[in-house]
């Protein structure tokens, strides 16, 4: 690996250059991991960061958490016996066990995926 230098003050300073990364959008799951590592496990968040391996494990995190909550969700829609038809008939109720489903699912995927 050949090394630039530039002078500063009678000091050579190493030309260093971040290596370029590629643009991610990180949402909700991402991020509540990205706080995660950073207060709770920064050995881990300093190891993944100096080894610019963060957004790729953060993106990783982001993708797996989504594809659980929606796979979770589904489940339990159908195993209540939640379908097309009740939210055609009761609306109000077919939202509100929807809405329960995805909290449900998404404590999980926070305890099993985001905070460990």
Do not use: C
Not at 8 to 19: A, K
């Amino acid at each position: 690996m050949d090394m630039t230098y530039h002078e500063q003050d009678g000091f050579m300073i190493p030309d260093l250059v971040m290596p370029q990364q590629p643009e991610v959008h990180l949402g909700k799951y991402a991020e509540l991991r990205r706080k995660y590592l950073k207060n709770h496990r920064p050995v881990v968040y300093a190891n993944l960061l100096t080894t610019f391996k963060l957004t790729e494990h953060l993106a990783e995190i982001e993708e797996q958490a989504l594809e659980t909550v929606n796979r979770l969700t589904e489940q339990m829609a159908k195993a209540e016996g939640v379908t097309e038809e009740l939210k055609a008939k009761d609306q109000m109720r077919w939202v509100g066990l929807m809405n329960n489903f995805k909290h449900s699912a998404e404590e999980q995927v926070l305890s099993e995926l985001i905070y460990v």
